[in-house]
Nanobody, 117 residues
Framework: QVQLMESGGGLVQVGGSLRLSCVASGSIFRINVMGWYRQAPGKQRELVAVITSDGNTRYADSVQGRFTISRDNAKNTVYLQMNSLKPEDTSVYYC???????????WGEGTLVSVSS
């Protein structure tokens, strides 16, 4: 089992910044994929960004150039630095952990990010 604990959400004005953190604990594989997804009311959960344990990243087109995903393998922690936030970034952000691409994901409980105009 893997447990994920997110933090860092909140209310921010348009153009502002937030940093999300997610700590993984439990049966963590040394090689894994961690990332962030988001889900707005009435919409499907969508990929924001993912990062492998060796640092390869992938971003949604909508956040490319504004968001940066990073990780600290020693702390089993993944971060999402969000800059130039827009109202459409308002969502619940979920941390994910997978032993590999394509395997079933573990999810955190989510943290709300609200961007006011």
């Amino acid at each position: 089992q893997v447990q994920l604990m997110e933090s860092g959400g909140g209310l921010v004005q348009v153009g502002g910044s937030l940093r999300l953190s997610c700590v993984a604990s439990g049966s963590i594989f040394r090689i894994n994929v961690m990332g962030w997804y988001r889900q707005a009311p009435g919409k499907q959960r969508e990929l924001v960004a993912v990062i492998t344990s060796d640092g390869n990243t992938r971003y949604a087109d909508s956040v490319q150039g504004r968001f940066t995903i990073s990780r600290d393998n020693a702390k089993n922690t993944v971060y999402l630095q969000m800059n130039s936030l827009k109202p459409e970034d308002t969502s619940v952000y979920y941390c994910s952990y997978r032993p590999s691409y394509g395997s079933a994901a573990y999810w955190g409980e989510g943290t709300l990010v609200s961007v006011s105009s």
